[in-house]
């Protein structure tokens, strides 16, 4: 299954209203200290992150992927994770 759908795949338990998956493997051939694995970068909106802090957030999602990391399918990840009301705010 390619890194984009597992990592689609394990962030589905956060019930995200907004989910995007970037795969940013190609800005970074040759990256020093990659043995392999790809860029990602995730933007996840989820009720789960409310009241949580950033770094609580972004435990969260990283925790879901830790296995990715370590059999080396990832390399890299950015992660934008926000609650509902951050993320859909607009100024009145």
Not at 3 to 28: C, F, K, M, Y
Request: hydrophobic residues 40%.
């Amino acid at each position: 299954m390619p890194a984009v759908d597992l990592i689609r795949e394990r962030l589905q338990t956060l019930d995200p209203l907004v989910l995007e998956i970037g795969d940013e493997s190609h800005l970074h051939k040759g990256h020093a200290g990659n043995t392999g694995g790809g860029h990602y970068a995730v933007l996840v909106v989820s009720r789960h992150f409310e009241g949580a802090s950033r770094l609580n957030r972004q435990k969260t999602v990283k925790s879901l992927l830790k296995d990715l990391f370590s059999d080396g399918i990832i390399h890299a990840l950015g992660i934008r994770a926000a609650a509902p009301d951050e993320y859909f705010h607009t100024a009145d």
